[in-house]
């Protein structure tokens, strides 16, 4: 059964830009490599789920029109992670940030989640 | 707000039935994409409930079940149980600005 781990800080200031890293484990059949989407979901404190965006294992990345324009999604396939970038962070980029893998199509459903982590931005 | 709109908020008693509803639009479930189904009980991770409009994950009992029909869609719960109450959220596709995946904004369902 594969497992999706998040880590990194848990606060950062505001404009600073907030980097997370999600390590994938699991059999060689869930690895990162493999021919599935990975994504990055967050949930402010007390509201909804917003999709931030996904990585393919090629590298090839969509994104939130939303958040276009600061976010990044990188994959490492040599450490079976991907991370998450996203500068100029303010208040409103308070959340808990999941990482999720679906299938091979973009319009596949999460299906495996992290425990999330929550991050804060603080003036 | 949310490109898929679903009521904030929906209740009902134990053992009834209850429908929660997810409106799109013509450039994503109405373009025939499809929809899946999210439960996110207070204080955990959300877990899959209905992929693909109407299919249900292993483990999933068959309470849950999915619809869709033009650009809307529907989760039903049959016999309403008090561990149902839960945030549940709606999920697509969208073909605009070189598409992009589209969530609900969620709806808290109550068990009276």
């Known amino acids: 059964q594969v497992q999706l781990q998040e880590s990194g800080p848990g606060l950062i200031t505001s404009s600073e830009t907030l980097s997370l890293t999600c390590t994938v484990s699991?059999?060689?059949?869930?690895?990162?490599?493999?021919?599935?989407?990975w994504g990055w979901i967050r949930q402010p404190p007390g509201k909804g789920l917003e999709w931030i965006g996904s990585?393919?294992?090629?590298?090839?990345?969509y994104y939130n029109p939303s958040l276009r324009g600061r976010v990044a999604i990188s994959v490492d396939t040599s450490e079976n992670r991907f991370s998450l970038s996203l500068s100029s962070v303010t208040a409103a980029d308070t959340a808990v940030y999941y990482c999720a893998r679906s299938c091979s199509s973009t319009t596949c459903p999460f299906t495996h989640w992290g425990q999330g982590v929550l991050v804060t931005v603080s003036s | 707000q949310s490109v898929l709109t679903q009521p904030p908020s929906v209740s009902g008693a134990p053992g009834q039935r209850v429908t929660i509803s997810c409106a799109g639009s013509n450039s994503n479930i109405g373009a025939g994409l499809d929809v899946h189904w999210y439960q996110q009980l207070p204080g955990t991770v959300p877990r899959l409930l209905i992929y693909n409009n109407n299919n249900r994950p292993s483990g999933v009992p068959d309470r849950f079940s999915g619809s869709k029909s033009g650009t809307s869609a529907s989760l039903a719960i049959t016999g309403l149980q008090p561990e149902d109450e839960a945030d549940y959220y709606c999920q697509s596709f969208d073909n605009s600005l070189s598409g992009h995946v589209v969530l609900g904004g969620g709806t808290r369902l109550t068990v009276l």
């Open positions: 699991g059999n060689s059949a869930d690895s990162i490599s493999s021919g599935y989407y």
């Open positions: 990585v393919y294992r090629s590298g090839s990345a």
